[in-house]
């Protein structure tokens, strides 16, 4: 299994830019890295999906370095609702391989 | 478009009763699951359904069945309910099995508390 490791907790203030890494030594060829967001008495959801290198969309970054053992998820210019738990999760395409990590909470501060 | 429905949303049980949580999706997925969540604690996989027709066991299946009743719907029974199994219950579905290239969609929980 594909078992991550994350941060258990994390503070920032509004506006400053937040990264949040997630450690996966033993992720496998065709597993995808993905992040969710969690807010109390909600189910997970998601954020952004890479395999490789960066990617972009409009509320998150995903940088994956070559070895792809580690993934760091960049929140620009958070505000007091980016307040969370953030979970990343490492799989590929048998459901019953991959699991996900305790997750981090995201604390924003004004 | 309401993605992926749960219910009941919160439920107490007395140890030793059974109950049945339901789950369907809108979305046209092939594929999907159920999580438990401990508090404090991340999502482990209870069964899954990769395809309609097929179910298999996830992280933690014990005490647990389910059924995959078309392509919409899933559900998760617990036939003796424990104090152990007090905890918040998810469904989620995706395109394709597995997380990879094909995300989560999640509901927003049933909550079930066995005394």
């Known amino acids: 299994l594909a078992k991550t490791t994350q941060p258990i907790s994390m503070d920032s203030y509004e506006g400053q830019e937040v990264n949040i890494t997630c450690s996966h030594n033993n992720i496998a060829t065709n597993d995808y890295i993905t992040w969710y967001q969690q807010f109390p008495s909600q189910g997970p959801r998601f954020i952004i999906q890479g395999y490789k290198t960066k990617v972009t969309n409009e509320v998150a970054s995903l940088f994956i370095p070559a070895d792809r053992k580690s993934s760091t998820l960049s929140l620009p210019r958070v505000s007091l609702s980016d307040t969370a738990v953030y979970y990343c999760?490492?799989?590929?395409?048998?459901?019953?391989?991959?699991?996900f990590g305790d997750g981090t909470t995201l604390t924003v501060k004004p | 478009n309401a993605g992926v429905t749960q219910t009941p949303k919160f439920q107490v049980l007395k140890t030793g009763q059974s109950m049945t949580l339901q789950c369907a999706q809108d979305m046209n997925h092939n594929s999907m699951y159920w999580y438990r969540q401990d508090p404090g604690m991340g999502l482990r996989l209870i069964y899954y359904s990769a395809s309609e027709g097929t179910t298999d066991k996830g992280e933690v299946p014990n005490g647990y069945n389910v059924s995959r009743l078309n392509k919409r719907e899933f559900s998760l029974r617990l036939e003796s309910a424990a104090p152990s199994q007090t905890s918040v219950y998810f469904c989620a579905s995706s395109a394709r099995q597995g997380s990879g290239n094909s995300p989560l969609h999640f509901g927003n929980g049933t909550r079930l508390t066995v005394t």
């Open positions: 999760l490492v799989g590929g395409t048998n459901a019953g391989k991959s699991t």
